[in-house]
T-cell receptor, first 116, second 115 residues
Framework: NAGVTQTPKFQVLKTGQSMTLQCAQDMNHNSMYWYRQDPGMGLRLIYYSASEGTTDKGEVPNGYNVSRLNKREFSLRLESAAPSQTSVYFC???????????????FGEGSRLTVL | AQSVTQLDSQVPVFEEAPVELRCNYSSSVSVYLFWYVQYPNQGLQLLLKYLSGSTLVKGINGFEAEFNKSQTSFHLRKPSVHISDTAEYFCAVRVIKAAGNKLTFGGGTRVLVKP
């Protein structure tokens, strides 16, 4: 099982360039999330999508946009990259509770982005 | 709003020694609690979780954690570590019944197991 797949795994951008991080899950999960990971700060939520057709801002949404393309795919776009967006980005997904809501998230392997 | 503090950013430990990773949280409402592990160059995977019931929770790879409501803590322990336990560990909380299942993570504790 692939689980949560992110592409690309590595990317180097120049300031002002744009790019899209792709995420797909094959677990039929309803909710999907984008986090960024910075040293000493843990993971911070950028955007999330509770279900297909909905998206909401997280803790650090500025400079990002998202698209929930269908139930499987949730992309993150940087329109004009800045050095402060150098980070490791993680996509995650979660099943809608059919029983006890465990809240467990399933993570991709991450996308390491450097903005020069 | 809730917050999570992991009191140690790095913990060096010798192989077969015990380890404890400390986690404190603040929240005005009831929460679920989680520990995740991140091995080098990988994503996060769930170690264990506390939802309700017994305050001592056992997870994968011999880890356990104890929920202490009065001290708002959820410390992670392992009695004897292996080299393969070298990883970064994250404590996380989720407010029960909050929309969107937003997890709030601590800053992480990097465990380095020495031979």
């Amino acid at each position: 099982n692939a689980g949560v797949t992110q592409t690309p795994k590595f990317q180097v951008l120049k300031t002002g360039q744009s790019m899209t991080l792709q995420c797909a899950q094959d677990m039929n999960h309803n909710s999907m999330y984008w986090y960024r990971q910075d040293p000493g700060m843990g993971l911070r939520l950028i955007y999330y999508s509770a279900s297909e057709g909905t998206t909401d801002k997280g803790e650090v949404p500025n400079g990002y946009n998202v698209s929930r393309l269908n139930k499987r795919e949730f992309s993150l776009r940087l329109e004009s990259a800045a050095p402060s967006q150098t980070s490791v980005y993680f996509c995650a997904s979660r099943a809608l509770a059919g029983g006890p809501d465990t809240g467990e998230l399933f993570f991709g392997e991450g996308s390491r982005l450097t903005v020069l | 709003a809730q917050s999570v503090t992991q009191l140690d950013s790095q913990v060096p430990v010798f192989e077969e020694a015990p380890v404890e990773l400390r986690c404190n949280y603040s929240s005005s409402v009831s929460v679920y609690l989680f520990w995740y592990v991140q091995y080098p160059n990988q994503g996060l995977q769930l170690l264990l979780k506390y939802l309700s019931g017994s305050t001592l929770v056992k997870g994968i790879n011999g880890f356990e954690a104890e929920f202490n409501k009065s001290q708002t803590s959820f410390h992670l322990r392992k009695p004897s570590v292996h080299i393969s336990d070298t990883a970064e560990y994250f404590c996380a909380v989720r407010v029960i019944k909050a929309a969107g299942n937003k997890l709030t993570f601590g800053g992480g504790t990097r465990v380095l197991v020495k031979p």
